[in-house]
């Protein structure tokens, strides 16, 4: 332990000039001290060199209690056990680091943060979800391309053991499930934790889906997309909460998987960060974060409409 510590230590007082410098926007989710102990801690087991968070922003959302309950927790937490030094704007975040998390998890926030972060030229990786309506999605696209920043974002479910094992060839539709609490402040339902499934689906399926009927009842919500190769995907959304899993149908059988298969951790998302950061190609195209907002949407209006199909835009 002492010789764990020591290695924390060492790592924080000597930076190497090799390593990317990150900054937090957002200190009110678990997942900002959960990625700070797998970057900063070299003597962590899943420690993933090449890049370090060295300075936070703390933002925060006060008339979200998950979000006020939780912003000063976390900010203490980073400080105090991985040495990240807590500025009081993104301006100042923006003249100490080489690329920024977007964590805050409010996603009503992220535009106005995006568009303050943009300012600094500086790739970015906005964490689940990108946006809270489909307007805002669409402006954070605008705004990266006016400004030429590259950005993207994805949940952790992508690059889970189960998604490997169920990418086969010949693949004929999938059907998706998972927890499906909801926050009334965001417009885009699916997009509070429904948005984990919806990462599941378009991982397995791709883009191409033309058409969305959302069928929804107090405890669980059915969305089905109908792509245009006539495949069917589909998610359920189960409330308060379930295991995530799949099932995918090939031309011979069908495959599953469930449990932590699914939700073990966030190794493989962080270490696709890193890459993106290093390398400035995006392991998820910009083209299939949109259309996976534009399906939520048509299931939003699908909802609306009494279940009847929605066209894509």
């Not at 807590?86 to 923006?94: E, F, K």
């Not at 996603?107 to 309506?133: C, M, N, T, Y």
């Not at 949407?297 to 909802?303: H, L, T, V, W």
Request: charge should be positive; include cysteine; aromatic fraction near 8%.
């Amino acid at each position: 332990m002492a010789y764990s510590r020591f290695l924390l230590v060492l790592a924080l007082a000597l930076p190497c000039a090799a390593q990317i410098k990150l900054g937090v926007v957002g200190t009110d989710t678990s997942h900002v001290p959960a990625f700070a102990a797998v970057l900063n801690d070299p003597s962590n087991p899943n420690h993933i060199p090449g890049a370090r968070i060295v300075a936070a922003y703390k933002g925060g959302s006060a008339d979200l209690p998950s979000s006020a309950t939780r912003v000063d927790k976390y900010a203490d937490e980073v400080k105090t056990k991985y040495g990240v030094e807590i500025v009081p704007d993104i301006a100042t975040l923006l003249a100490k680091v080489d690329a920024v998390l977007l964590e805050s998890v409010d996603g009503r926030i992220h535009l106005s943060q995006f568009r303050e972060i943009a300012k600094g030229g500086k790739p970015v990786f906005i964490d689940k979800p990108l946006a809270a309506s489909i307007k805002d999605a669409r402006e954070i696209a605008r705004i990266g391309k006016q400004m030429n920043v590259k950005w993207f974002s994805s949940s952790s479910l992508r690059y889970g053991p189960g998604i490997d094992a169920l990418k086969q060839p010949g693949l004929k539709g999938v059907m998706a499930w998972g927890p499906g609490p909801v926050e009334p402040s965001h417009e885009l339902e699916l997009t509070w934790y429904g948005i984990h499934t919806v990462e599941i689906l378009y991982t397995l399926m791709g883009t191409g889906c033309k058409q969305v009927t959302m069928t929804a009842s107090p405890d669980s919500d059915v969305v089905t997309g109908l792509w245009k190769d006539g495949r069917l995907g589909t998610i359920r959304v189960n409330r308060p909460y379930s295991d995530f899993g799949a099932a995918v149908v090939t031309p011979k059988t069908v495959l599953s998987k469930t449990g932590k298969e699914f939700s073990s951790g966030y190794y493989g998302l962080i270490k696709e960060i890193v890459k993106f950061f290093q390398t400035g190609v995006s392991p998820v195209p910009e083209s299939e974060t949109m259309e996976m907002f534009e399906f939520m949407e048509a299931a939003r209006q699908s909802k609306l409409k009494g279940g009847v199909p929605v066209a894509l835009q």
